[in-house]
């Protein structure tokens, strides 16, 4: 009767190099087998690299190339292990596979199953390095990571698992906000189209009631309007598709989650999660875009702005054909009293459509002494409103285009695709609409908070780079009067640090173009100078402000004085 063939362990029969089972297997001067194909490939290679042949399982170095011999009795092993000789072999094989299967794993078990086995010492890859973020056996855990943080594979699968699960549950909570959040845009979408004929409707109303001279200025309005349509239109297109996208890929990614979940293998899982769980912190970084501006804004603006032309025109002319009644009633009035009349017509004039200040505003009245009381300087006062189109995201323009005020909230706001051209981007400034090169101009700002900057400046000023260019005084066509702890005066990137500390709120500018001085005053009761500047100055400069935290500047109406 035939002995009871022993079972020998599927790992014995194995190839070190290929971890395949030995096809061939022939057996080197230390005793080890291989694969007869493998081993020859192991030495030629290390012939083409100038090393000695060595043993790939022992490390054994030969002094020259060895002679294999065939392992006869470890072939005939394979075939029999490759072929069960009985059905009760196959049958205990099973039941033995089956109770391995059905016993609780353990964290010294994980890894066991398969080839999961280490190419080094074909021991388990049972054993995860916390450090290194690797799986290794027992071996490898005492002799290459000694001092590391080790624990076992199950364990550290339970952990990620976990992580898995929060990253699940954020995603799904974030997809459900990119619905909401496309359904939303979808809605603006709509509102846009409403409110771009609204505006046309009011824009049009407003502008009827003024002469037919004006009629070029609407069209050019409704322009206006229509490609700050296309513009928001396609803005929010364009977010509802990234959003759509992000979608698909958010759903893409939760079913990579959700088959990641329920993969058996710990080694696959633990290879594949890093790839994945960095990929989700990605998307979870910026789940979804908001809306950095209110799309609606620029109708509102457009609406603004066209409303006080249409009033302004209105008090012009209803002060104008009432001047026109009274002189009729009176008879004739005298030349001088005409040319007057004709000069205040042009200054208002000059005023309501935003012209630049000339020379010959003053020449009647302009004395020969240089003013030293606040009502000499009224003399030379001139009309001065803010223009929003320059005006930085953080910075609300309201009151007439006479006030401005630093609002964080705006921030919300900011990197928004409808810009307009000549609004400052990176610097919270803001120009008024008016030019000064008159002979003699004066205007007065009050300011509320700690740190602001008054400032002249030519137009064609940097308004988009984040250099000292774009700053008020940080360039050679800009003037500026510092006002915090202490005044200073900047100008070309330079400073010059006054004495005077702040005791008012109200500042003085008086500006004598011709001449090329620059004058600063804190008024009160008197004016207190403050410093000088001399220039020679090339082309109209340009009332700015920036503004610091918190703070409020407003252009003060001085035919009230």
């Known amino acids: 009767m035939a002995e009871p063939r022993i079972p020998v362990s599927i790992n014995h029969h194995c190839c070190r190099i290929c971890s395949e089972v030995l096809r061939n297997p022939v057996t080197v001067p230390c005793g080890h087998n291989f694969c007869m194909q493998c081993i020859q490939k192991c030495w030629d290679k290390d012939k083409k690299n100038n090393c000695s042949c060595r043993c790939p399982e022992c490390g054994h170095i030969f002094q020259s190339t060895p002679h294999l011999i065939k392992n006869t009795t470890l072939a005939e092993m394979v075939r029999d292990t490759e072929n069960p000789g009985s059905e009760k072999r196959t049958k205990e094989h099973s039941g033995e596979s089956l109770n391995v299967s059905r016993r609780p794993r353990h964290c010294t078990e994980t890894g066991m199953s398969g080839s999961h086995l280490c190419w080094k010492h074909s021991s388990p890859l049972d054993v995860y390095c916390c450090t290194d973020d690797q799986i290794i056996c027992a071996v490898c855990a005492s002799a290459e990571h000694s001092g590391h943080r080790i624990g076992c594979v199950g364990e550290e699968r339970r952990r990620k698992q976990e992580q898995l699960r929060n990253i699940q549950t954020k995603s799904k909570q974030i997809l459900q906000k990119q619905r909401k959040k496309s359904k939303n845009l979808k809605k603006i979408l709509t509102q846009i189209q409403e409110e771009a004929r609204q505006t046309e409707d009011y824009c049009e109303s407003v502008v009827v009631s003024v002469i037919s001279s004006l009629q070029e200025h609407y069209l050019s309005v409704r322009a206006l309007i229509g490609a700050q349509e296309e513009e928001a239109t396609a803005w929010v297109q364009v977010s509802i598709k990234t959003l759509e996208a992000k979608m698909q890929e958010m759903k893409k990614r939760v079913s990579e989650l959700d088959h990641l979940a329920e993969v058996d293998s710990n080694v696959h899982f633990l290879k594949e999660w890093p790839s994945l769980q960095r990929l989700c912190e990605e998307d979870h970084l910026n789940p979804f875009d908001e809306v950095s501006e209110d799309p609606l804004l620029p109708f509102e603006f457009t609406k603004r702005t066209v409303e006080q032309v249409g009033k302004r025109l209105e008090e012009f002319c209803d002060k104008e054909f009432a001047s026109i009644s009274e002189t009729a009633d009176r008879g004739e009035e005298s030349?001088?009293?005409?040319?007057?009349?004709?000069?205040?017509?042009?200054?208002?004039?000059?005023?309501?459509?935003?012209?630049?200040?000339?020379?010959?505003?003053?020449?009647?009245?302009?004395?020969?002494?240089?003013?030293?009381?606040?009502?000499?300087?009224?003399?030379?006062?001139?009309?001065?409103?803010?223009?929003?189109?320059?005006?930085?995201?953080?910075?609300?323009?309201?009151?007439?285009?006479?006030e401005v005020m630093l609002i964080k909230a705006q921030e919300k706001i900011r990197n928004s695709p409808i810009r307009y051209p000549e609004r400052f981007v990176h610097r919270r400034q803001v120009l008024c609409r008016e030019g000064l090169q008159g002979e003699r101009c004066y205007y007065e700002i009050e300011v509320v908070g700690d740190k602001a900057e008054i400032a002249l400046t030519y137009n064609g000023i940097d308004r988009k780079s984040r250099s000292r260019l774009s700053a008020f005084g940080g360039n050679a066509n800009s003037w500026s009067l510092d006002r915090y702890k202490n005044y200073s005066v900047s100008h070309k990137s330079g400073s010059i640090q006054l004495t005077a500390s702040p005791t008012h709120h109200r500042i003085g500018v008086y500006l004598k173009f011709r001449e090329g001085t620059l004058s600063f005053y804190e008024v009160s009761d008197s004016m207190n100078f403050l410093y000088k500047v001399e220039a020679t100055f090339k082309e109209p400069l340009y009332p700015g402000f920036w503004l610091g935290e918190k703070c409020c500047i407003r252009i003060c109406d001085l035919r009230q004085s």
């Open 335 to 402: 030349p001088g009293q005409m040319e007057e009349d004709d000069m205040q017509e042009e200054r208002e004039a000059s005023v309501s459509q935003s012209c630049v200040f000339s020379a010959a505003d003053r020449t009647l009245t302009q004395p020969s002494v240089e003013p030293t009381t606040r009502a000499e300087f009224l003399q030379y006062a001139c009309e001065l409103t803010l223009d929003p189109a320059t005006a930085h995201v953080d910075l609300v323009v309201s009151n007439g285009d006479k």
